[in-house]
Protein backbone atom coordinates (compact mmCIF):
# COMPACT_ATOMS: atom_id res chain seq x y z
CA UNK A 1 0.00 0.00 0.00
CA UNK A 2 2.90 2.49 0.22
CA UNK A 3 2.73 3.08 -3.57
CA UNK A 4 -0.80 3.80 -3.50
CA UNK A 5 -0.10 6.46 -0.44
CA UNK A 6 2.89 8.13 -2.03
CA UNK A 7 0.54 8.59 -5.03
CA UNK A 8 -2.50 10.03 -3.47
CA UNK A 9 -0.14 12.75 -1.30
CA UNK A 10 1.33 13.85 -4.75
CA UNK A 11 -2.03 13.98 -6.26
CA UNK A 12 -3.00 16.02 -3.09
CA UNK A 13 -0.02 18.30 -3.70
CA UNK A 14 -0.56 18.83 -6.83
CA UNK A 15 -4.44 20.11 -5.77
CA UNK A 16 -3.13 22.73 -3.34
CA UNK A 17 -3.60 25.74 -5.69
CA UNK A 18 -4.72 26.52 -9.38
CA UNK A 19 -0.65 27.15 -9.95
CA UNK A 20 -0.20 23.29 -8.77
CA UNK A 21 -2.84 22.93 -10.85
CA UNK A 22 -2.30 23.88 -13.89
CA UNK A 23 1.30 22.53 -13.47
CA UNK A 24 -0.28 18.95 -12.86
CA UNK A 25 -2.00 19.13 -16.26
CA UNK A 26 0.97 20.68 -18.26
CA UNK A 27 2.74 17.73 -17.55
CA UNK A 28 0.09 15.11 -17.99
CA UNK A 29 -0.19 16.64 -21.49
CA UNK A 30 3.48 16.42 -22.29
CA UNK A 31 3.40 13.11 -20.95
CA UNK A 32 0.46 11.99 -22.32
CA UNK A 33 0.31 13.43 -25.53
CA UNK A 34 3.37 11.51 -26.70
CA UNK A 35 1.53 8.05 -25.58
CA UNK A 36 -1.57 9.23 -27.96
CA UNK A 37 0.60 10.37 -30.77
CA UNK A 38 2.65 7.12 -30.42
CA UNK A 39 -0.58 4.99 -31.04
CA UNK A 40 -3.63 3.74 -29.42
CA UNK A 41 -4.69 1.89 -26.22
CA UNK A 42 -5.72 -1.67 -27.51
CA UNK A 43 -8.48 -1.03 -25.14
CA UNK A 44 -10.60 1.71 -26.86
CA UNK A 45 -11.00 0.60 -29.93
CA UNK A 46 -13.70 -2.05 -28.22
CA UNK A 47 -14.69 0.16 -25.66
CA UNK A 48 -16.15 2.06 -28.14
CA UNK A 49 -16.92 -0.44 -30.51
CA UNK A 50 -19.37 -1.80 -27.03
CA UNK A 51 -20.35 1.34 -26.28
CA UNK A 52 -21.72 1.94 -29.53
CA UNK A 53 -23.51 -1.08 -29.79
CA UNK A 54 -25.27 -0.75 -25.98
CA UNK A 55 -26.95 1.93 -27.82
CA UNK A 56 -27.79 0.14 -30.88
CA UNK A 57 -29.37 -2.35 -28.92
CA UNK A 58 -32.27 0.06 -27.87
CA UNK A 59 -32.32 1.57 -31.26
CA UNK A 60 -30.78 5.00 -29.43
CA UNK A 61 -29.15 6.45 -32.46
CA UNK A 62 -29.92 7.00 -36.15
CA UNK A 63 -29.00 9.41 -39.14
CA UNK A 64 -29.62 13.44 -38.58
CA UNK A 65 -29.91 12.93 -34.20
CA UNK A 66 -28.36 15.40 -32.19
CA UNK A 67 -26.04 14.30 -30.01
CA UNK A 68 -23.50 15.12 -27.12
CA UNK A 69 -20.92 13.63 -25.73
CA UNK A 70 -19.97 14.71 -21.94
CA UNK A 71 -15.82 15.34 -21.35
CA UNK A 72 -14.51 14.57 -24.86
CA UNK A 73 -11.32 14.92 -23.59
CA UNK A 74 -8.00 14.84 -25.61
CA UNK A 75 -9.26 13.26 -28.95
CA UNK A 76 -13.46 13.46 -29.10
CA UNK A 77 -12.63 9.63 -29.30
CA UNK A 78 -16.41 8.28 -28.60
CA UNK A 79 -18.08 11.00 -30.60
CA UNK A 80 -15.79 9.88 -33.04
CA UNK A 81 -16.08 6.78 -33.61
CA UNK A 82 -20.16 7.21 -33.34
CA UNK A 83 -19.66 9.37 -35.73
CA UNK A 84 -17.97 7.14 -38.25
CA UNK A 85 -20.97 5.31 -38.50
CA UNK A 86 -23.73 7.58 -38.03
CA UNK A 87 -24.06 11.06 -39.77
CA UNK A 88 -25.28 13.01 -36.43
CA UNK A 89 -24.55 16.60 -35.42
CA UNK A 90 -22.20 16.47 -32.51
CA UNK A 91 -21.67 18.81 -29.65
CA UNK A 92 -18.01 17.68 -28.06
CA UNK A 93 -18.39 18.96 -24.43
CA UNK A 94 -15.42 19.36 -21.81
CA UNK A 95 -14.40 21.29 -18.80
CA UNK A 96 -10.95 22.53 -19.65
CA UNK A 97 -9.06 22.28 -22.91
CA UNK A 98 -7.20 19.98 -23.06
CA UNK A 99 -7.43 18.79 -27.03
CA UNK A 100 -4.55 17.71 -28.92
CA UNK A 101 -4.50 17.44 -32.86
CA UNK A 102 -1.37 15.43 -33.32
CA UNK A 103 -3.14 12.18 -31.18
CA UNK A 104 -6.61 13.19 -32.97
CA UNK A 105 -4.93 12.26 -36.00
CA UNK A 106 -2.89 9.32 -34.59
CA UNK A 107 -6.48 8.02 -33.03
CA UNK A 108 -8.20 8.82 -36.74
CA UNK A 109 -5.50 6.50 -38.53
CA UNK A 110 -5.85 3.92 -35.98
CA UNK A 111 -9.86 3.54 -36.59
CA UNK A 112 -9.42 3.87 -40.01
CA UNK A 113 -7.47 0.69 -40.31
CA UNK A 114 -8.95 -0.60 -37.88
CA UNK A 115 -12.60 -0.34 -38.96
CA UNK A 116 -12.61 -3.14 -41.67
CA UNK A 117 -12.08 -5.72 -39.61
CA UNK A 118 -13.55 -4.44 -35.97
CA UNK A 119 -17.39 -4.12 -36.54
CA UNK A 120 -20.17 -5.81 -38.04
CA UNK A 121 -22.19 -3.11 -38.79
CA UNK A 122 -22.38 -3.94 -42.78
CA UNK A 123 -19.75 -3.37 -45.81
CA UNK A 124 -21.60 -0.28 -47.21
CA UNK A 125 -21.31 1.53 -43.84
CA UNK A 126 -18.29 0.41 -42.80
CA UNK A 127 -17.18 1.80 -46.37
CA UNK A 128 -19.10 5.20 -46.06
CA UNK A 129 -17.08 5.02 -42.53
CA UNK A 130 -13.73 4.80 -44.15
CA UNK A 131 -14.22 7.26 -46.45
CA UNK A 132 -15.12 9.97 -44.01
CA UNK A 133 -12.09 9.09 -42.08
CA UNK A 134 -10.20 9.33 -45.03
CA UNK A 135 -11.09 13.21 -45.17
CA UNK A 136 -10.95 13.99 -41.13
CA UNK A 137 -7.22 12.36 -41.75
CA UNK A 138 -5.98 15.09 -44.08
CA UNK A 139 -7.62 18.49 -41.90
CA UNK A 140 -4.65 20.63 -40.56
CA UNK A 141 -6.71 21.07 -37.87
CA UNK A 142 -9.31 21.18 -35.43
CA UNK A 143 -11.78 23.77 -36.97
CA UNK A 144 -10.74 21.79 -40.28
CA UNK A 145 -11.82 18.15 -38.59
CA UNK A 146 -15.20 19.70 -36.85
CA UNK A 147 -16.33 21.39 -40.42
CA UNK A 148 -16.06 17.20 -42.18
CA UNK A 149 -17.51 15.85 -39.25
CA UNK A 150 -20.30 18.21 -38.33
CA UNK A 151 -18.89 18.51 -34.57
CA UNK A 152 -19.42 21.64 -32.44
CA UNK A 153 -16.83 22.01 -29.24
CA UNK A 154 -18.55 23.47 -26.13
CA UNK A 155 -16.05 24.02 -22.99
CA UNK A 156 -17.91 25.17 -19.72
CA UNK A 157 -15.20 24.97 -17.14
CA UNK A 158 -18.03 24.68 -14.25
CA UNK A 159 -19.83 21.97 -16.09
CA UNK A 160 -23.02 23.26 -16.67
CA UNK A 161 -25.46 23.07 -19.59
CA UNK A 162 -27.21 25.85 -19.48
CA UNK A 163 -26.38 27.17 -22.88
CA UNK A 164 -27.28 24.03 -24.63
CA UNK A 165 -31.89 24.74 -25.03
CA UNK A 166 -34.65 22.54 -23.74
CA UNK A 167 -35.30 19.04 -25.78
CA UNK A 168 -32.72 19.98 -28.13
CA UNK A 169 -30.96 16.82 -28.19
CA UNK A 170 -31.82 13.05 -29.03
CA UNK A 171 -28.86 11.60 -26.84
CA UNK A 172 -26.13 12.01 -24.73
CA UNK A 173 -23.15 10.05 -23.90
CA UNK A 174 -20.13 9.34 -22.03
CA UNK A 175 -17.38 6.69 -21.22
CA UNK A 176 -15.16 6.95 -18.24
CA UNK A 177 -16.64 10.50 -17.03
CA UNK A 178 -19.57 10.08 -14.18
CA UNK A 179 -17.43 8.53 -11.75
CA UNK A 180 -15.06 11.94 -11.72
CA UNK A 181 -17.59 14.24 -11.35
CA UNK A 182 -18.49 15.80 -7.78
CA UNK A 183 -20.70 14.43 -5.33
CA UNK A 184 -22.87 17.82 -5.52
CA UNK A 185 -22.86 18.14 -8.85
CA UNK A 186 -24.01 15.16 -10.12
CA UNK A 187 -27.84 16.54 -8.95
CA UNK A 188 -27.80 19.26 -11.08
CA UNK A 189 -26.06 17.73 -13.93
CA UNK A 190 -28.78 14.75 -13.98
CA UNK A 191 -31.64 17.74 -13.47
CA UNK A 192 -30.04 19.10 -16.83
CA UNK A 193 -29.54 16.35 -18.72
CA UNK A 194 -33.75 15.80 -18.12
CA UNK A 195 -33.76 19.35 -19.52
CA UNK A 196 -31.90 19.20 -22.79
CA UNK A 197 -32.75 15.82 -23.70
CA UNK A 198 -35.72 15.40 -25.59
CA UNK A 199 -38.90 13.55 -24.37
CA UNK A 200 -38.31 9.43 -25.36
CA UNK A 201 -34.14 10.70 -26.01
CA UNK A 202 -31.75 8.76 -24.34
CA UNK A 203 -28.37 9.15 -21.94
CA UNK A 204 -26.08 6.55 -21.80
CA UNK A 205 -23.04 5.94 -19.99
CA UNK A 206 -20.29 3.27 -19.04
CA UNK A 207 -19.01 4.28 -15.53
CA UNK A 208 -15.54 3.00 -14.38
CA UNK A 209 -16.07 2.55 -10.19
CA UNK A 210 -13.07 1.06 -9.42
CA UNK A 211 -10.54 3.06 -7.67
CA UNK A 212 -8.37 4.94 -9.66
CA UNK A 213 -5.43 5.64 -7.85
CA UNK A 214 -4.58 1.99 -8.90
CA UNK A 215 -3.88 2.85 -12.03
CA UNK A 216 -0.69 3.62 -10.71
CA UNK A 217 -0.07 1.22 -7.11
CA UNK A 218 -0.85 -1.81 -9.87
CA UNK A 219 -0.83 -4.08 -6.64
CA UNK A 220 -3.65 -2.24 -4.73
CA UNK A 221 -7.31 -4.07 -4.67
CA UNK A 222 -8.97 -2.44 -7.68
CA UNK A 223 -11.99 -0.94 -5.27
CA UNK A 224 -9.55 -0.70 -2.55
CA UNK A 225 -11.42 3.01 -1.80
CA UNK A 226 -13.76 1.07 -0.08
CA UNK A 227 -11.88 0.58 2.62
CA UNK A 228 -11.88 4.28 4.04
CA UNK A 229 -15.01 6.20 5.56
CA UNK A 230 -15.59 9.63 3.78
CA UNK A 231 -13.72 11.23 6.30
CA UNK A 232 -10.51 9.57 5.94
CA UNK A 233 -10.86 9.26 2.24
CA UNK A 234 -11.20 13.04 2.03
CA UNK A 235 -8.42 13.74 4.84
CA UNK A 236 -5.95 11.21 2.90
CA UNK A 237 -6.84 10.18 -0.42
CA UNK A 238 -9.47 12.71 -1.88
CA UNK A 239 -7.77 15.50 -4.77
CA UNK A 240 -9.26 17.49 -6.99
CA UNK A 241 -6.37 16.49 -10.07
CA UNK A 242 -8.12 13.11 -10.39
CA UNK A 243 -11.30 13.50 -8.42
CA UNK A 244 -13.18 10.12 -8.27
CA UNK A 245 -16.48 10.24 -6.12
CA UNK A 246 -16.93 6.37 -5.34
CA UNK A 247 -20.04 6.38 -6.34
CA UNK A 248 -21.59 2.96 -7.29
CA UNK A 249 -24.18 1.32 -9.91
CA UNK A 250 -26.94 1.99 -7.90
CA UNK A 251 -25.95 5.21 -6.53
CA UNK A 252 -26.78 6.27 -10.18
CA UNK A 253 -29.51 4.63 -10.54
CA UNK A 254 -31.03 6.21 -7.94
CA UNK A 255 -29.95 10.02 -9.51
CA UNK A 256 -31.54 9.38 -13.09
CA UNK A 257 -34.60 8.24 -11.32
CA UNK A 258 -34.91 11.29 -9.04
CA UNK A 259 -34.68 13.01 -11.81
CA UNK A 260 -37.21 11.40 -13.94
CA UNK A 261 -35.54 8.97 -16.34
CA UNK A 262 -36.49 5.22 -16.76
CA UNK A 263 -33.36 3.12 -16.58
CA UNK A 264 -33.54 0.95 -19.63
CA UNK A 265 -30.89 -1.39 -18.99
CA UNK A 266 -27.78 -2.04 -16.66
CA UNK A 267 -24.75 -3.87 -17.27
CA UNK A 268 -21.80 -4.74 -14.97
CA UNK A 269 -19.15 -5.49 -17.24
CA UNK A 270 -15.74 -5.64 -15.00
CA UNK A 271 -15.39 -7.44 -11.39
CA UNK A 272 -12.87 -7.33 -8.76
CA UNK A 273 -13.88 -9.78 -5.80
CA UNK A 274 -14.54 -7.66 -2.66
CA UNK A 275 -15.03 -10.76 -0.33
CA UNK A 276 -11.61 -10.83 1.38
CA UNK A 277 -11.58 -6.87 1.56
CA UNK A 278 -11.72 -5.05 5.03
CA UNK A 279 -14.62 -2.95 3.98
CA UNK A 280 -15.53 0.56 5.90
CA UNK A 281 -18.72 1.01 7.78
CA UNK A 282 -19.61 3.42 5.35
CA UNK A 283 -20.72 1.02 2.27
CA UNK A 284 -22.29 -1.86 4.56
CA UNK A 285 -25.34 -1.19 2.79
CA UNK A 286 -24.83 -1.75 -0.42
CA UNK A 287 -24.75 -5.01 -1.98
CA UNK A 288 -21.98 -7.47 -2.78
CA UNK A 289 -22.93 -6.56 -6.96
CA UNK A 290 -22.19 -3.09 -5.76
CA UNK A 291 -19.15 -3.49 -4.08
CA UNK A 292 -17.47 -5.77 -6.58
CA UNK A 293 -18.54 -3.75 -9.91
CA UNK A 294 -15.39 -2.29 -11.48
CA UNK A 295 -16.78 -1.29 -15.29
CA UNK A 296 -20.27 -0.81 -15.80
CA UNK A 297 -23.05 1.06 -18.35
CA UNK A 298 -26.26 2.18 -18.03
CA UNK A 299 -28.91 3.59 -20.64
CA UNK A 300 -31.61 5.81 -19.47
CA UNK A 301 -34.35 7.32 -20.90
CA UNK A 302 -36.75 10.61 -20.50
CA UNK A 303 -39.92 9.60 -20.81
CA UNK A 304 -41.94 10.42 -23.92
Known amino acids: MLTYRATALALKAFSLNSAT ?3 YRLIGNVIGGKRRAGGVQSHYLSRADQNLAFIEQYEGIRDGMRVLELGT ?22 VWDNRQFDGFLTHVNALR ?4 SLTDRGPERTAKACALLDRVAASRNFDEAYAILGFNYMLSPDGSLDAI ?28 LARV ?3 GGLVAQQIVPSDHLCIYAKKAHRKAYLQYSDSEWARWFENDVQYQNRWQQSDFRR ?3 DAGFEILSEAIIGRADTSDL ?6 ADYSREDLDATVTRMLVRRPA
Not at 77 to 89: G, T
Not at 113 to 116: E, G
Not at 180 to 186: A, E, G, K, T, V
Open 113 to 116: AALP
Open 73 to 94: GWVHWEALFLRAFYEVEATVFD
Open 21 to 23: KSA
Open 278 to 283: KIAKRW
Open 165 to 192: PDGSLDLVFSSDVMEHIPHDSLPVLAAS
Open 255 to 257: LFR
Open 197 to 199: VRP
